[in-house]
Antibody
Framework: EVQLVESGGGLVKPGGSLRLSCAASGFTFSSYSMNWVRQAPGKGLEWVSS????????YYADSVKGRFTISRDNAKNSLYLQMNSLRAEDTAVYYC??????????????WGQGTMVTVSS | SSELTQDPAVSVALGQTVRITCQGD??????ASWYQQKPGQAPVLVIY???NRPSGIPDRFSGSSSGNTASLTITGAQAEDEADYYC????????????FGGGTKLTVL
Protein backbone atom coordinates (compact mmCIF):
# COMPACT_ATOMS: atom_id res chain seq x y z
CA GLU A 1 0.00 0.00 0.00
CA VAL A 2 1.27 3.43 -0.96
CA GLN A 3 1.52 5.44 2.22
CA LEU A 4 2.98 8.56 3.80
CA VAL A 5 3.14 8.87 7.59
CA GLU A 6 4.13 12.14 9.26
CA SER A 7 5.49 12.48 12.76
CA GLY A 8 7.24 15.01 14.96
CA GLY A 9 4.49 17.53 15.57
CA GLY A 10 3.74 18.99 18.97
CA LEU A 11 3.60 22.09 21.14
CA VAL A 12 6.54 24.48 20.92
CA LYS A 13 7.15 28.00 22.23
CA PRO A 14 7.58 30.96 19.86
CA GLY A 15 11.16 31.08 18.66
CA GLY A 16 11.58 27.37 19.17
CA SER A 17 12.40 24.58 16.74
CA LEU A 18 10.80 21.35 15.60
CA ARG A 19 11.70 18.68 13.07
CA LEU A 20 8.97 16.91 11.16
CA SER A 21 9.46 13.56 9.46
CA CYS A 22 7.50 11.78 6.77
CA ALA A 23 8.00 8.05 6.21
CA ALA A 24 7.15 6.76 2.76
CA SER A 25 6.26 3.19 1.84
CA GLY A 26 4.77 1.24 -1.04
CA PHE A 27 6.49 3.16 -3.85
CA THR A 28 9.94 4.09 -5.12
CA PHE A 29 10.47 7.16 -2.96
CA SER A 30 13.66 8.21 -4.74
CA SER A 31 11.75 8.74 -8.01
CA TYR A 32 9.42 11.45 -6.79
CA SER A 33 9.57 15.09 -5.78
CA MET A 34 8.05 15.63 -2.37
CA ASN A 35 6.34 18.53 -0.67
CA TRP A 36 5.13 19.90 2.63
CA VAL A 37 1.71 21.54 2.70
CA ARG A 38 0.14 23.05 5.82
CA GLN A 39 -3.32 24.04 6.96
CA ALA A 40 -3.91 26.45 9.81
CA PRO A 41 -6.98 25.74 11.97
CA GLY A 42 -10.12 26.60 10.01
CA LYS A 43 -8.10 27.85 7.03
CA GLY A 44 -7.18 26.66 3.56
CA LEU A 45 -4.22 24.72 2.24
CA GLU A 46 -0.85 26.47 1.98
CA TRP A 47 2.13 25.02 0.13
CA VAL A 48 5.28 25.21 2.26
CA SER A 49 8.19 23.61 0.44
CA SER A 50 9.23 21.28 -2.36
CA UNK A 51 12.28 19.07 -2.93
CA UNK A 52 13.14 17.21 -6.12
CA UNK A 53 13.86 13.50 -6.20
CA UNK A 54 17.63 13.91 -5.89
CA UNK A 55 17.46 17.05 -3.71
CA UNK A 56 18.85 19.14 -6.56
CA UNK A 57 15.96 21.58 -6.57
CA UNK A 58 14.45 23.02 -3.41
CA TYR A 59 11.80 25.73 -3.11
CA TYR A 60 10.11 27.49 -0.21
CA ALA A 61 7.09 29.67 0.31
CA ASP A 62 8.05 33.24 1.16
CA SER A 63 6.38 32.82 4.55
CA VAL A 64 8.94 30.21 5.68
CA LYS A 65 12.04 31.07 3.64
CA GLY A 66 15.10 31.39 5.86
CA ARG A 67 13.43 29.62 8.77
CA PHE A 68 12.46 26.18 7.42
CA THR A 69 14.69 23.61 5.72
CA ILE A 70 13.39 20.69 3.69
CA SER A 71 15.53 17.59 3.19
CA ARG A 72 15.21 13.93 2.31
CA ASP A 73 17.04 10.65 2.78
CA ASN A 74 16.25 8.34 -0.11
CA ALA A 75 18.03 5.44 1.57
CA LYS A 76 15.59 5.73 4.47
CA ASN A 77 12.54 6.63 2.33
CA SER A 78 12.08 9.70 4.45
CA LEU A 79 11.28 13.39 4.04
CA TYR A 80 12.03 16.02 6.68
CA LEU A 81 11.15 19.59 7.56
CA GLN A 82 13.38 21.42 10.03
CA MET A 83 11.44 24.36 11.41
CA ASN A 84 13.33 27.09 13.28
CA SER A 85 12.29 30.47 14.70
CA LEU A 86 8.72 29.28 14.92
CA ARG A 87 5.91 31.81 15.13
CA ALA A 88 2.30 31.60 16.22
CA GLU A 89 1.24 31.83 12.58
CA ASP A 90 3.10 28.57 11.85
CA THR A 91 0.46 26.73 13.89
CA ALA A 92 -1.09 24.24 11.49
CA VAL A 93 -1.50 20.65 10.44
CA TYR A 94 1.51 19.78 8.29
CA TYR A 95 1.03 17.28 5.49
CA CYS A 96 3.65 15.66 3.33
CA UNK A 97 2.51 15.06 -0.22
CA UNK A 98 3.92 13.24 -3.24
CA UNK A 99 4.30 15.17 -6.47
CA UNK A 100 3.22 13.12 -9.45
CA UNK A 101 4.07 15.68 -12.12
CA UNK A 102 4.33 13.98 -15.47
CA UNK A 103 2.86 13.62 -18.94
CA UNK A 104 -0.71 13.30 -17.65
CA UNK A 105 -0.50 16.37 -15.45
CA UNK A 106 0.80 17.80 -12.23
CA UNK A 107 -0.65 17.00 -8.83
CA UNK A 108 -0.14 15.93 -5.26
CA UNK A 109 -1.46 12.41 -5.62
CA UNK A 110 -0.62 10.92 -2.23
CA TRP A 111 -0.99 12.71 1.13
CA GLY A 112 -0.11 11.74 4.65
CA GLN A 113 -2.58 12.02 7.51
CA GLY A 114 -0.85 15.15 8.83
CA THR A 115 0.89 16.14 12.04
CA MET A 116 -0.20 19.07 14.20
CA VAL A 117 2.25 21.81 15.12
CA THR A 118 1.16 24.31 17.76
CA VAL A 119 3.29 27.36 18.47
CA SER A 120 2.23 28.95 21.73
CA SER A 121 3.71 30.21 24.97
CA SER B 1 4.21 33.75 -7.12
CA SER B 2 0.59 33.55 -8.38
CA GLU B 3 -2.91 33.56 -7.01
CA LEU B 4 -5.89 31.30 -7.59
CA THR B 5 -9.37 32.57 -6.76
CA GLN B 6 -12.31 30.37 -5.79
CA ASP B 7 -15.84 31.16 -4.64
CA PRO B 8 -15.97 30.57 -0.86
CA ALA B 9 -19.18 28.57 -0.93
CA VAL B 10 -21.42 26.80 -3.43
CA SER B 11 -24.54 24.71 -2.91
CA VAL B 12 -26.25 22.09 -5.06
CA ALA B 13 -29.42 20.05 -4.75
CA LEU B 14 -28.96 16.33 -4.37
CA GLY B 15 -28.57 14.70 -7.79
CA GLN B 16 -28.02 17.96 -9.64
CA THR B 17 -24.91 19.24 -11.39
CA VAL B 18 -22.55 21.77 -9.87
CA ARG B 19 -19.51 23.58 -11.22
CA ILE B 20 -16.75 24.89 -8.97
CA THR B 21 -14.41 27.39 -10.59
CA CYS B 22 -10.85 28.55 -10.06
CA GLN B 23 -9.34 31.63 -11.68
CA GLY B 24 -5.75 32.69 -12.07
CA ASP B 25 -3.17 33.81 -14.59
CA UNK B 26 -1.11 30.64 -14.15
CA UNK B 27 -4.05 28.62 -15.51
CA UNK B 28 -3.37 30.07 -18.95
CA UNK B 29 -0.16 28.01 -18.96
CA UNK B 30 -0.78 25.12 -16.57
CA UNK B 31 -3.63 22.78 -15.78
CA ALA B 32 -5.19 22.85 -12.33
CA SER B 33 -5.51 19.90 -10.02
CA TRP B 34 -8.47 19.55 -7.66
CA TYR B 35 -8.62 18.21 -4.11
CA GLN B 36 -11.54 17.17 -1.95
CA GLN B 37 -11.19 17.55 1.80
CA LYS B 38 -13.71 16.39 4.36
CA PRO B 39 -13.58 17.54 8.00
CA GLY B 40 -10.69 16.06 9.93
CA GLN B 41 -9.27 14.28 6.88
CA ALA B 42 -6.34 14.82 4.55
CA PRO B 43 -7.05 16.19 1.07
CA VAL B 44 -7.75 13.69 -1.70
CA LEU B 45 -6.85 14.27 -5.35
CA VAL B 46 -9.97 14.07 -7.55
CA ILE B 47 -8.93 15.63 -10.89
CA TYR B 48 -5.61 16.51 -12.51
CA UNK B 49 -4.22 17.36 -15.91
CA UNK B 50 -6.59 17.89 -18.82
CA UNK B 51 -9.31 15.77 -17.17
CA ASN B 52 -7.78 12.81 -15.37
CA ARG B 53 -9.28 10.98 -12.42
CA PRO B 54 -7.16 8.90 -10.06
CA SER B 55 -8.23 5.34 -9.46
CA GLY B 56 -11.26 5.17 -7.18
CA ILE B 57 -12.64 8.61 -7.98
CA PRO B 58 -16.20 8.38 -9.35
CA ASP B 59 -16.76 9.43 -12.94
CA ARG B 60 -19.26 12.06 -11.85
CA PHE B 61 -16.18 14.23 -11.21
CA SER B 62 -14.74 15.95 -14.28
CA GLY B 63 -12.46 18.86 -15.05
CA SER B 64 -12.16 21.46 -17.75
CA SER B 65 -10.24 24.62 -18.49
CA SER B 66 -10.66 27.73 -20.60
CA GLY B 67 -8.41 30.76 -20.60
CA ASN B 68 -7.61 31.68 -17.01
CA THR B 69 -10.40 29.56 -15.50
CA ALA B 70 -10.38 25.92 -14.45
CA SER B 71 -13.58 24.15 -13.47
CA LEU B 72 -14.48 21.08 -11.47
CA THR B 73 -17.90 19.67 -12.36
CA ILE B 74 -19.82 17.15 -10.30
CA THR B 75 -22.62 15.62 -12.36
CA GLY B 76 -25.31 14.16 -10.11
CA ALA B 77 -23.96 15.37 -6.77
CA GLN B 78 -24.24 12.94 -3.87
CA ALA B 79 -24.48 13.63 -0.17
CA GLU B 80 -20.95 12.31 0.30
CA ASP B 81 -19.62 14.98 -2.06
CA GLU B 82 -20.23 17.65 0.57
CA ALA B 83 -16.71 18.85 1.34
CA ASP B 84 -14.16 21.59 0.78
CA TYR B 85 -12.62 21.66 -2.67
CA TYR B 86 -9.26 23.23 -3.47
CA CYS B 87 -7.62 23.95 -6.81
CA UNK B 88 -3.85 23.96 -7.24
CA UNK B 89 -1.43 24.85 -9.99
CA UNK B 90 2.16 25.72 -10.65
CA UNK B 91 3.48 29.08 -9.60
CA UNK B 92 4.38 31.67 -12.23
CA UNK B 93 7.94 30.35 -12.53
CA UNK B 94 6.62 26.86 -13.24
CA UNK B 95 9.10 25.39 -10.79
CA UNK B 96 6.68 23.87 -8.28
CA UNK B 97 3.02 23.27 -7.47
CA UNK B 98 3.06 26.10 -5.00
CA UNK B 99 -0.30 27.78 -5.49
CA PHE B 100 -3.60 26.77 -3.91
CA GLY B 101 -6.94 28.46 -4.26
CA GLY B 102 -8.69 29.56 -1.11
CA GLY B 103 -11.12 26.65 -1.25
CA THR B 104 -14.84 26.24 -1.94
CA LYS B 105 -17.21 24.79 0.63
CA LEU B 106 -19.72 22.63 -1.24
CA THR B 107 -23.06 22.02 0.44
CA VAL B 108 -25.35 19.32 -0.94
CA LEU B 109 -28.96 20.20 -0.12
Amino acid sequence: EVQLVESGGGLVKPGGSLRLSCAASGFTFSSYSMNWVRQAPGKGLEWVSSISSSSSYIYYADSVKGRFTISRDNAKNSLYLQMNSLRAEDTAVYYCARDTSGSRGDAFDIWGQGTMVTVSS
Amino acid sequence: SSELTQDPAVSVALGQTVRITCQGDSLRSYYASWYQQKPGQAPVLVIYGKNNRPSGIPDRFSGSSSGNTASLTITGAQAEDEADYYCNSRDSSGNHLGVFGGGTKLTVL
